[in-house]
């Protein structure tokens, strides 16, 4: 007759011995479209977006289209928005943007931020002077002038973005859409 040692170690025993479940072919392995897919996709951002071919570099035999420099040192190029990251000429918010695979941000001006805003009211400005800078950085050329230092923690360059003399920042303070910088931010709310 057995006693209750037995039963104890015998269920002990059973606890550890499940049956293992056979997979289920290609559900079991599901996840693995969209992530190579994400892969996929995001080398090849990486390399279109990428600085170091941005100066007519060769990328496996195919050049690379360099950032127009027009006489006098002005620059010139079609801005859209950058939905992500980074990108190649396009508008971040209403004192940053991409242009030429660079990362550059206005050096004379603060403006609301819009990622993410703090009230309603700054999303609301935000959203105007990143349409604002787009709008005037798609008007014609410009130039990209020294503001002392060359760039900031974030690794954006800083510059003071001009057109005939006149700056992007100027526009954007008279238009209520920034404010001069003060050497550092101040709540917009």
């Not at 057995?2 to 606890?15: E, I, M, N």
């Not at 996709?41 to 990428?50: E, P, V």
């Not at 410009?142 to 992007?168: H, M, N, P, Q, W």
């Amino acid at each position: 007759m057995a006693g209750p040692d037995f039963l104890s170690t015998h269920r002990r025993q059973r606890r550890y011995r499940k049956p293992i479940r056979p997979t289920r072919g290609v559900g079991a392995i599901r996840w693995i479209t969209p992530v190579m897919a994400l892969g996929f996709l995001g080398t090849l951002a990486a390399l279109q977006f990428s600085p170091a071919l941005a100066d007519g570099a060769k990328a496996d035999g195919l050049a690379v289209r360099a950032a127009p420099v027009m006489p006098g040192g002005r620059h010139a190029a079609r801005f859209g928005f950058c939905h992500s990251g980074g990108g190649r000429d396009c508008v971040v918010d209403g004192d940053t943007f991409w242009f030429a695979g660079e990362k550059y941000r206005i050096a004379d001006i603060d403006t609301p931020e819009t990622h993410p805003a703090r009230c309603a009211e700054e999303a609301a400005l935000g959203k105007a002077a990143t349409r604002r800078l787009q709008a005037w950085l798609n008007a014609g050329s410009f130039s990209l002038e020294s503001a002392g230092r060359d760039g900031d923690r974030y690794g954006r360059k800083l510059r003071i973005v001009t057109r005939g003399g006149a700056s992007v920042g100027d526009v954007l303070v008279g238009e209520g859409l920034a404010r001069r910088w003060e050497g550092a931010r101040r709540p917009w709310c």
